[in-house]
């Protein structure tokens, strides 16, 4: 809900990135932008995880359907 009440998209994956971390404890995102691109990122910093690939995949498939729902289809 905090998504969609942000003056733009740019705001809301900021605050995508500022509260990331009370859902998750085994990652960090982050958010870049240059020259009027910008990079949504997610990396994984605990060591030792199973599966690894597997939960980048669903953080990329969480993050266009962020996208989605703010951008639409």
Known sequence: MLLRLSVDVG????????????????GAGTL?????VARLAYTLYEP????SG????ASMA?????LRSLCGP
């Open 54 to 57: 597997q939960i980048a995949d």
């Open 62 to 66: 969480i993050i266009r359907n962020i």
């Open 48 to 51: 030792g995880i199973e599966n």
């Open 11 to 26: 705001t809301a994956l900021r605050q995508v990135i500022l509260y990331l971390h009370i859902h998750d404890r085994g």
């Open 32 to 36: 870049s932008s240059q020259y009027g």
